[in-house]
């Protein structure tokens, strides 16, 4: 069986730095915002069924997703939000399944900012979460997305709380310092993961 570590965190968090340095390391990493844009591709099953159930008006001149204005389409309203997450979310789990079984690193990483909200740490053997103060995530994020301070607020909140998400992680990485210090607590939970992936096989 593959030895899954699931690595979350809120918004602005830097999940992705942190991930990116597991995959230095050789580790493979499937990360669940990427799967969520693959089932949508061009010829998908998903996307087909968007295109029906919305029209194609939400298609752009190329034949891909125009996500904005699916958002837009969904974000006011809460039955064809669940029709949506209805659609997706167990294509998204099946294909991050998928990717997880085909890894062939000693350990691999699921990387999901929602992974705790959808109970995707039950295809985890821990749970690593990327801490930082409330403070900087908001200041990163609207630095990083161009993006009002309220609307980071709003995602925020649409995420667990801090101490919440806390309170489940078995291991947590400070994201606070430097990138020299983010590499240094990689390095130190590859070598975790490593040790318990053998202890996993004996």
């Not at 904005?68 to 209805?86: D, I, M």
Request: glycine share 6%; net charge neutral; hydrophobic share 40%.
């Amino acid at each position: 069986m593959t030895y899954v570590v699931g690595v979350t965190g809120g918004i602005g968090s830097g999940k992705s730095a942190a991930t990116a340095e597991f995959e230095k390391l050789g580790i493979t990493v499937v990360d669940a915002d990427v799967v969520a844009r693959q089932i949508v591709m061009p010829g998908t099953p998903c996307l087909q069924a968007i295109a029906e159930h919305f029209g194609n008006q939400l298609l752009t001149e190329g034949g891909e997703l125009n996500r904005k204005a699916l958002r837009q389409r969904v974000f006011s309203n809460p039955r064809e939000k669940e029709w949506l997450n209805k659609l997706l979310h167990p294509a998204i789990r099946e294909e991050i399944i998928s990717q997880l079984e085909q890894a062939d690193s000693p350990y691999v990483i699921l990387s999901a900012p929602l992974l705790l909200e959808n109970g995707l740490e039950k295809y985890c053997q821990r749970v690593l979460v990327i801490d930082v103060p409330e403070s900087l995530q908001i200041s990163r994020t609207i630095q990083r997305d161009d993006s009002p301070k309220k609307e980071v607020e709003a995602i925020m909140k649409a995420q667990l709380s801090r101490s919440e998400r806390l309170k489940k992680a078995n291991d947590v990485l400070n994201n606070d310092g430097s990138l020299e210090q983010l590499k240094q607590q990689v390095l130190q939970l590859h070598q975790r993961y490593l040790a318990a992936t053998v202890a996993q096989e004996k």
